[in-house]
């Protein structure tokens, strides 16, 4: 089915296809690299530093994940070794201002999140 065949778009909709793309942005690998290479390029070694906890096979994948989506080129050089680089292409960039905003938002308010969580804790 072609994207203009397809029912008005909502995420609160069962078969709506943006539901994969919210699912693949709330993903908290791909907040993190996303706004890792909002600096602009990366190498996977140094994107993978920058990503503390990250294996790298879940980088691999974020980063598959993210190029099939549209948000992240990959450029191969030919040299011994091989060098490879990722960055974010227009449509990626546009996410970096949203899930930067959810960063400051989670760092601000880990004091009253943790807070919560003892108290609902110690009441259950």
């Given at each position: 089915?072609?994207?203009?065949?397809?029912?008005?778009?909502?995420?609160?909709?069962?078969?709506?296809?943006?539901?994969?793309?919210?699912?693949?942005?709330?993903?908290?690998?791909?907040?993190?690299?996303?706004?890792?290479?909002?600096?602009?390029?990366?190498?996977?070694?140094?994107?993978?530093?920058?990503?503390?906890?990250?294996?790298?096979?879940?980088?691999?994948?974020?980063?598959?994940?993210?190029?099939?989506?549209?948000l992240?080129?990959r450029?191969?050089?030919?040299?011994?070794?091989?060098?490879?680089?990722?960055?974010?292409?227009?449509?990626?960039?546009?996410?970096?201002?949203?899930?930067?905003a959810?960063a400051?938002?989670?760092?601000?308010?880990?004091e009253?999140?943790?807070?919560?969580?003892?108290?609902?804790?110690?009441?259950?």
């Amino acid at each position: 089915m072609a994207v203009s065949e397809h029912p008005p778009l909502s995420v609160l909709t069962a078969t709506c296809p943006s539901r994969t793309s919210l699912a693949r942005i709330a993903n908290k690998w791909t907040a993190m690299v996303v706004i890792a290479l909002s600096g602009g390029r990366l190498r996977f070694g140094d994107l993978r530093a920058a990503v503390e906890g990250i294996s790298g096979k879940v980088l691999t994948e974020t980063l598959r994940d993210l190029e099939r989506d549209g948000l992240v080129e990959r450029h191969a050089y030919a040299e011994v070794p091989p060098r490879v680089e990722y960055e974010l292409t227009a449509l990626g960039r546009t996410l970096h201002a949203p899930l930067q905003a959810l960063a400051h938002w989670a760092e601000e308010h880990i004091e009253q999140v943790l807070v919560a969580r003892e108290v609902y804790d110690t009441r259950h």
